[in-house]
């Protein structure tokens, strides 16, 4: 799996995007439920009520968003993970 990873400013605030080549957010779900023993993950969950919990307390404003990639053509091409912070 490939990774890539880059920064950029947007007006005052940074970019952190994060991208990688494999079969995206969904489809590892997806697969996960039917190849694995039951189980919840709470890693991403705790993270996003984390960023939500730090917004409230000191009144800021960071954004976390998780996309499936895909092609022009409608293929799976990977996850990005963005942060603004």
């Given at each position: 799996m490939e990774r890539l990873h880059k920064h950029s400013q947007k007006g005052e605030n940074l970019l952190i995007s994060i991208e990688d080549n494999g079969i995206g957010m969904k489809e590892a779900i997806e697969w996960n439920e039917?190849?694995?023993?039951?189980?919840?993950?709470?890693?991403?969950?705790?993270?996003?009520?984390?960023?939500?919990?730090?917004?409230?307390?000191?009144?800021?404003?960071?954004?976390?968003?998780?996309?499936?990639?895909?092609?022009e053509t409608g293929n799976?091409?990977?996850?990005?993970?963005e942060i603004e912070i």
């Open positions: 039917a190849h694995r023993e039951p189980h919840e993950s709470r890693g991403t969950k705790i993270i996003f009520q984390r960023i939500e919990a730090y917004n409230k307390f000191f009144r800021k404003n960071i954004r976390a968003e998780i996309q499936d990639l895909h092609t799976k091409s990977g996850t990005r993970v």
